[in-house]
């Protein structure tokens, strides 16, 4: 569901408690496809909302496991996302005449912490993707110590140390300590 309806917040809030798949939410679908990740529990949403005239303060959490490849070892792993999230709910004016002004209200309804809404209930599901998104590491690791992939031979150096030579024997400094120096000339 992910859906507050504007008429079930009372003077106290309202409590949301809820669990969704992820594959119910469509950001989340788009970016698993692209990104080679499976979120593998349901998303899992705590939230308050207050009614503030007919704006809706929301507060909320967002927790789910995704499996994603590391980056350096490519192995995927799982990875526990939590993200505290704030937001406004607000009306969406109906475009009159003019359509210009409708292009203003679509910037502002695609600003990431306010939400439009219309008729008699929230949609939380774009908003609460985004959060999860945005809690994605741009770099993730398997665990802090992974030794990621010889760049030589491809091999996981977490499984197996490779027979390729330490890399420090390229190193330039190398070079100069197997060099033997000509006696300078007179
Ligand atoms: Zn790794
Ligand atoms: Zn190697």
């Known amino acids: 569901m992910l859906r507050i309806r504007?008429?079930?917040?009372?003077?106290?809030?309202?409590?949301?408690?809820?669990?969704?798949d992820a594959a119910r939410l469509p950001?989340?679908?788009?970016?698993?496809?692209?990104?080679g990740l499976?979120?593998?529990?349901?998303?899992?949403?705590?939230i308050h909302?207050?009614?503030?005239?007919?704006t809706v303060l929301i507060d909320g959490?967002?927790?789910?496991?995704?499996?994603?490849?590391?980056?350096?070892?490519?192995?995927?792993?799982?990875?526990?996302?939590k993200t505290d999230f704030s937001a406004t709910a607000v009306p969406e004016i109906q475009p009159l005449i003019d359509p210009e002004p409708a292009d203003e209200i679509e910037l502002a309804a695609d600003d990431m912490d306010v939400i439009a809404y219309s008729g008699d209930n929230i949609d939380l599901r774009d908003e609460i993707a985004q959060q999860i998104i945005m809690a994605l590491p741009f770099k993730p690791l398997c665990r802090n110590a992974c030794k990621g992939l010889c760049s030589r031979c491809g091999a996981d150096l977490n499984q197996t140390p490779c027979q390729c030579r330490p890399l420090d024997e390229?190193?330039?400094f190398s070079v100069l300590k197997a060099r033997t120096f000509?006696?300078?000339?007179?």
């Open 27 to 35: 950001l989340l679908n788009t970016v698993a496809g692209e990104g």
């Open 38 to 46: 499976r979120f593998i529990h349901p998303v899992h949403v705590r």
């Open 6 to 20: 504007i008429d079930s917040i009372t003077d106290s809030g309202l409590n949301l408690d809820e669990r969704e």
């Open 170 to 172: 390229k190193s330039p």
């Open 49 to 54: 909302a207050t009614l503030s005239g007919e």
């Open 61 to 81: 959490i967002a927790e789910t496991v995704v499996r994603i490849p590391c980056s350096r070892c490519l192995e995927p792993f799982d990875l526990k996302i």
């Open 182 to 186: 000509p006696k300078k000339q007179e």
